[in-house]
């Protein structure tokens, strides 16, 4: 089925370990993005992919590392764990901005930094 | 990057009373256009309306309406005749345009409850 699909659904890691989430959408959207969820910040932009090896950052970058090599897949690298990073991720992706169209989002990753 | 507040982080409704979301932004782009979104408990993120800045109309669907005031810089979303399964987390986020460097950002959120 097409769509957009992250994973791990969850994930415990320790301080200091690299840890990735990764995302995968069959739509071959252009855009892709990287967001948190944290309780009263809303989401918040981490990077986001105008294309295939286009990327760029956004808000809150700091800590974060992402790739995008194939059009369907971006992962989202966390070079070394802290506990400030445990949050729900989400990916979403959109086609160009040729026309308003809405973000697609993946289920979430929930990340628990202990 | 683009302002959005959202500046009911919780609302309460009686159900089958109509509710009002706010949602302002901040934007010197003449073109734009806004969409919400609902997330449920269960967490996925579900498109629900969308309106743009040069529609003569308020945009409709179903029991959602925009209450959209382009001098106000507001794009309120009406939920009409509310049910139990819209309690949930509202967002609202501009649609970007190439000057704001493609980066789609969201207002913090509103939590809804529908009592019964």
């Known amino acids: 089925d097409a769509g957009i699909t992250q994973s791990p659904r969850y994930k415990i890691t320790e301080t200091g370990r690299q840890v990735t989430l990764m995302c995968h959408q069959t739509?071959?959207?252009?855009?892709m993005f990287w967001y948190r969820q944290d309780l009263g910040h809303g989401l918040r932009l981490i990077y986001y992919?105008?294309?295939?090896?286009?990327?760029d950052k956004g808000e809150v970058p700091d800590g974060y590392v992402v790739s995008r090599s194939k059009t369907e897949n971006f992962p989202l690298t966390l070079e070394s764990a802290t506990r400030s990073q445990t949050s729900v991720y989400f990916c979403?992706?959109?086609?160009?901005?040729?026309?308003?169209?809405?973000?697609?989002f993946g289920n979430g990753t929930r990340l628990t930094v202990t | 990057a683009q302002k959005i507040t959202q500046t009911q982080p919780g609302m309460f409704v009686q159900e089958k009373e109509a509710v009002t979301l706010d949602c302002t932004y901040d934007?010197?782009?003449?073109?734009?256009?806004l969409f919400w979104y609902k997330q449920p408990s269960s967490g996925e993120m579900i498109f629900l309306i969308y309106?743009?800045?040069?529609?003569?109309q308020n945009a409709t669907e179903g029991r959602y309406s925009l209450n959209f005031q382009k001098a106000r810089k507001s794009a309120n979303l009406v939920i009409s005749a509310s049910q139990l399964g819209d309690s949930a987390m509202y967002f609202c986020?501009?649609?970007?345009?190439?000057?704001?460097?493609?980066?789609?950002?969201f207002g913090t959120g509103t939590s809804l409850t529908v009592i019964p």
């Open positions: 986020a501009p649609y970007p345009h190439l000057n704001t460097g493609n980066q789609f950002y």
């Open positions: 309106q743009g800045s040069y529609d003569e």
């Open positions: 992919s105008a294309a295939a090896d286009i990327t």
């Open positions: 979403a992706s959109a086609p160009g901005w040729g026309m308003p169209r809405p973000l697609h």
């Open positions: 739509w071959s959207h252009s855009y």
């Open positions: 934007t010197s782009d003449q073109s734009y256009g």
